[in-house]
């Protein structure tokens, strides 16, 4: 179950998948297969070769990546590989960001 996205991040993070961009996005989320986890990133790119390169980078696997037919193909970030990635994308304030709501 996904909580706490506001509709304009939505959009921000859809709107830059259109264009081409690596985008992130991170939200609450819950989901007994992933006990421990209380967030998601999801991480997405229109660009499909772009965004398999981006995989690549990080220990990714394009089998992982969902690409379903609304047109934003995007890998899930959980657990211990969401902060490793995070962190070396500069982008930790998605998690603390989350944290500190709480």
């Not at 909580?3 to 921000?12: A, M, N, T």
């Not at 398999?52 to 657990?79: S, T, V």
Request: hydrophobic letters at 35%; one cysteine or more; a neutral charge.
């Amino acid at each position: 179950m996904a909580f706490g996205i506001k509709r304009s991040d939505l959009q921000q993070w859809k709107e830059k998948i259109n264009q081409g961009e690596i985008a992130f996005l991170t939200h609450y989320w819950i989901d007994d297969r992933f006990p421990g986890c209380t967030t998601v990133t999801k991480v997405g790119c229109g660009d499909l070769d772009k965004l398999i390169a981006w995989g690549n980078e990080h220990g990714l696997q394009a089998e992982w990546i969902h690409n379903r037919k609304d047109g934003y193909p995007h890998f899930d970030l959980l657990g211990n590989k969401q902060r490793e990635i995070l962190e070396k994308e500069g982008l930790l304030e998605h998690i603390w960001d989350k944290k500190k709501s709480v």
